[in-house]
């Protein structure tokens, strides 16, 4: 279940949005103002408590689920959807 609350205080842009906790981290989608999305997961309320990084979802659990999340809900597009040419 994930938690409808941030467990930590987040000092990211205005622009993160919160995907809910998993693992004791929260996780967020960051747009960046489209140039480079992001995925982060903070463990902590210091500034420096977080990690991110789409190209590390591959291999960090926490940063794993938020891309997944983030598919889920359309802010990044599906990498397993089929091209269907019109």
């Known amino acids: 279940m994930q938690n ?6 987040h000092d990211g842009c205005e622009k ?3 995907l809910g906790s998993h693992n ?3 996780l967020y989608f960051c747009p960046q103002d489209g140039h480079w999305p992001t995925v982060i997961a903070r463990f902590g309320s210091e ?3 977080y990690k ?6 591959s291999f ?3 940063l794993g689920e938020a891309k997944l999340r983030a598919i889920e809900k359309g802010l990044l597009p599906d990498p397993t959807a089929e091209i269907v040419n019109g």
């Open 47 to 49: 500034e420096s408590d």
């Open 52 to 57: 991110s990084g789409l190209h590390f979802a």
């Open 4 to 9: 409808e609350e941030p467990l930590f205080h």
């Open 16 to 18: 993160c949005v919160f």
């Open 24 to 26: 004791e981290h929260d």
């Open 60 to 62: 960090d659990s926490e």
